[in-house]
Each structure stands twice: as C-alpha cells, then as structure tokens.
C-alpha cells in the first residue's frame, strides 16, 4: 500500500483487526502526531 511507501513502514501490522483502509489512516495520523 501507499502508506508503506509514504513513510516507509508497515503501519498494517499494527493496523490488524481494524478496516485495510481506515485502520491505517488512524494509524499512521496518531502515529505522526505522537
């Protein structure tokens, strides 16, 4: 996915149980906030 290539990391893994697309979108903007 493009969040992989936008920072680099695999935000999926800690995106499991959650939706593909949501679940990294919340991810990656808590991830870049905090």
Known sequence: MF???LHGKDYRVE???LNPGIGCIKNFIFT???
């Open 32 to 34: 870049e906030v905090y």
């Open 15 to 17: 995106a499991i149980g």
């Open 3 to 5: 969040y992989r290539l």
